[in-house]
């Protein structure tokens, strides 16, 4: 988290309310300056196990790598400050977990809002989840011929897994969990449910003229490296390929 003293307690409201009880809360402050870390003690003694470690602000994907190597855990699942947990996330991922012993992440639906949730969309409706191939290397595909699918804040992943693909790319500011999924989808097969796990957040502060060129340049260096990293069939190149075009050009009218 970093800043968060707008959401974070809706945030790990939400937490509080799962049906699921045993799990540990492991927060990674990004150097916050306002009330974020006095909000938070607030919280300490509400959970079964709640971690808090706070640091200089070094950006997301340091502290998502930090929080990976802290939690005591196999089984680990992301909620950014200002999203929101469905209660029954955390016994939902224990299904999947134990109903597919091949897969090393799951993820499932969310809906999209602002205000005090008011839903604006559902994430599965602008995708086509059920056409996307999810075994191991065909998900890390899949994540590039059609884009990032996956809700961040409705995914959990094995560890040990994640801790084989180098983690989180710290020279991307916009895109690391994009990146991240993908390295994961190269390696390892992935599950999905269509039950909503998390409500995810639109406010103001998330897409500034600035953000959005600083993304559009990772976006270009992301599919532009998989391009020349990967042995691709010529019709899958030609399509991340037609993405990278679009988006060279959608960087020169931001």
């Keep these: 988290c970093f800043n968060s003293e707008k959401y974070i307690a809706k945030t790990l409201d939400s937490l509080l309310n799962q049906t699921y009880k045993n799990f540990e809360v492991v927060i990674i402050d990004d150097g916050s300056k306002d009330n974020t870390h006095k909000i ?18 070094r950006g997301f994907a340091y502290s998502r790598n930090i929080g990976i190597k802290k939690a005591k855990y196999e089984w680990i699942a992301f909620l950014d400050h200002d999203d929101i947990a469905a209660d029954d996330r955390i ?21 999209h809002f602002y205000g005090n949730l008011n839903i ?3 994430h599965f409706n602008q995708h086509k989840i059920s056409k996307y191939l999810l075994n191991s290397y065909s998900a890390g595909i899949s994540l590039l011929k059609y884009g990032s699918f996956i809700p961040s804040s409705s995914v959990v992943f094995s560890k040990k897994s994640a801790l084989s693909t180098d983690l989180f790319n710290q020279n991307y500011s916009y895109i ?15 599950s999905y449910t269509n039950r909503i796990l998390s ?11 600035n953000m959005l060129k600083i993304y559009n340049k990772e976006f270009i260096d992301l599919l532009d490296n998989y391009i020349n990293k990967l042995e691709l069939d010529f ?9 990278l075009f679009l988006q060279k050009i959608k960087s020169y009218t931001t």
């Design 199 to 209: 409500y995810w957040r639109i406010h103001d502060g998330q897409a500034t003229k």
């Design 120 to 122: 604006v969309k559902t």
């Design 176 to 190: 690391g969990d994009y990146d991240f999924f993908i390295k994961m989808g190269l390696k390892y097969s992935f």
């Design 235 to 243: 019709f899958v190149k030609l399509l991340i390929s037609k993405r």
């Design 91 to 111: 016994e939902i991922h224990n299904e999947q977990i134990n109903s597919n012993y091949k897969s090393k992440l799951f993820f499932g639906n969310c809906e």
């Design 40 to 57: 938070i003690l607030q919280y300490k003694d509400k959970f079964r196990s709640l971690i808090y470690y706070y640091h200089d602000h």
